[in-house]
């Protein structure tokens, strides 16, 4: 019994250090250039944005057309890095609950 949940740990353990690992290697740029490559390669626009930190601004690209999406951080200095992507982007609009009422 031991055996299979050591395995079954160390597999874990792998799988959130590969995350960890993915995400480690943002790839960075200036903000033009990421922009440009993400609205000529995949359609991609600006869809959200947000600060993040005391010098950083993250901001969310989609597109309808390909469903697509990015989160990008951009930094004080003009740099902006690819945090993370995926497909299946759908916008949402949803009212907030109202007060005292559980979510």
């Not at 922009?35 to 010098?55: Q, S, V, W």
């Not at 902006?80 to 109202?98: F, R």
């Amino acid at each position: 019994m031991t055996q299979p949940m050591f395995a079954l740990s160390l597999g874990f353990g792998g799988v959130i250090l590969a995350t960890q690992i993915a995400f480690a290697n943002a790839q960075c740029d200036t903000r033009d250039k990421v922009t440009a490559l993400l609205a000529d390669r995949y359609g991609e626009t600006r869809r959200a944005m947000g600060i993040a930190g005391t010098d950083a601004v993250m901001e969310l690209f989609a597109s309808d057309a390909t469903g697509t999406w990015t989160i990008a951080i951009t930094l004080a200095d003009g740099q902006m890095c690819l945090m993370a992507s995926g497909v299946g982007y759908e916008a949402l609009t949803e009212d907030l609950p109202a007060k005292g009422e559980k979510i």
